[in-house]
């Protein structure tokens, strides 16, 4: 494994899709900038991902550039000894830099969430339930012919990229548990040279602790997500506009929620904003909208609500009583039923969390909801933990952290 030289070899951060501000902190740009390193971003546009766009939040800092796959072909020779690049996950433009006899690592299941085995996923990558609809759904999209072209490629795909694996493996994959890693890594990749570290949102949990360890109960925080809103992943499935024809009915229940857990536990509604949206004004039901900071307001929270959100890690970790709400929209709708099945549907959030789930369109339920916000079984948030957050001994430093200390030959790496 070559040292990093810090006087000559730079750190190049390679995407294909839009470049949020979050992302220049989570995947380590911001935190190798700090250290003096010569780091630069960027993105290449390649056909799948030229139409991928979000509305906020978008780096427009120093480092930042984009280029074409064929500018980006043409530049790789000149940096095959000058430059670490590194990937999140495995985008196209890996198997040029790969082939141009670049080094490189890869970050992979490290914002990991519950997901089947990968033989059980359908062809959407989600699981089987709801995985029909979805497909239904995209070969009306594209058309049957269309649709079983893209699901053939996808198939050469992956084993094109089993082969790639073997010609030219990357000099280090970087990832969180022993389990996640199973999820997401194939037998080749275990076996070759792993950093298991945590997921990102841990890193935002040593940062937050380390900024201010109060845990004082201020808020109840809601997570807004993009069900009921034009978001990047309903574009992402071809599913713009499916679940948002009872959006009214959907705020107009959760500003009654939000009344009635005010006055039960005598604290106001705090707002954790979807990244990925602009909002019109910053209050949503009448409430603060806050970006980014989803892990400080889980910190200092008495209860957190919720639809459905990759960021299920920090009440976990915080040991923060969850009530998963959802409505009938929510329930029926293709949108919906992949919120559902993507992470954290009723049987899920209650074999995993021992968390309440609250149907808005109840009245029943909806006139004493806080008797269906439970605190989490103290045996499945520990094997949570363990299985998708952190299993090794890297409590006390960042991913970017150990993965400076591995680039300078002194990080440990896990064998198991």
Known sequence: MPKINKAEDKIIFVVVHPY????????????????????????????????????????????????????????????????????????????????????????????????????????????????????????????????????????????????????????????????????????????????????????????????????????????????????????LLGLEGDAYHDADRYYSRLEVLFSKLEEHYGLPVAVAGSPHLTYEDDRLCGRKIYYNQTCELTKNAALFVVTTTTAMNFPALYDTPVLKIANESLKTSPLGKYANTYAYIKDEAEQIFGCGFLDLDDDGQMSHPWDFAKPMDPGKREAFIRDYIIDNDTADRTIAECMEEYLNGGCRRDTD
């Open 20 to 235: 949020a501000s979050r992302d220049h902190h989570r995947f380590g740009a911001a935190y190798f900038m700090e250290q003096g390193y010569d780091v630069e971003i960027w993105r290449i546009i390649t056909k799948k991902s030229v139409h991928m766009e979000w509305s906020a939040g978008m780096y427009d800092g120093s480092g930042y550039r984009e280029y074409s796959s064929e500018q980006f072909r043409k530049l790789l020779p000149g940096l095959k000894d000058k430059a670490f690049f590194i990937f999140q996950g495995k985008p196209d433009p890996i198997f040029d830099v790969g082939s141009a006899g670049c080094r490189y690592m890869i970050m992979t299941g490290i914002n990991a969430v519950p997901v089947p085995d990968p033989e059980d996923r359908s062809v959407l990558n989600i699981p089987a339930s709801g995985g029909m609809e979805m497909r239904l759904q995209a070969i009306r999209k594209r058309g049957l012919v269309n649709y079983t072209l893209h699901c053939i490629n996808d198939r050469l795909l992956v084993r094109r990229r089993r082969e790639f694996d073997k010609k030219h493996p990357p000099m280090l994959t970087v990832t969180s548990t022993h389990y996640a890693a199973r999820q997401y890594m194939s037998e080749d990749e275990l076996a070759g040279n792993v950093l298991y570290t945590h997921t990102m949102d841990y890193d935002r949990f040593i940062e937050a602790n380390r900024k201010d360890p109060d845990r004082t109960k201020k808020h109840i925080l809601y997570c807004d997500g993009q069900m009921f809103r034009k978001g990047y992943d309903a574009k």
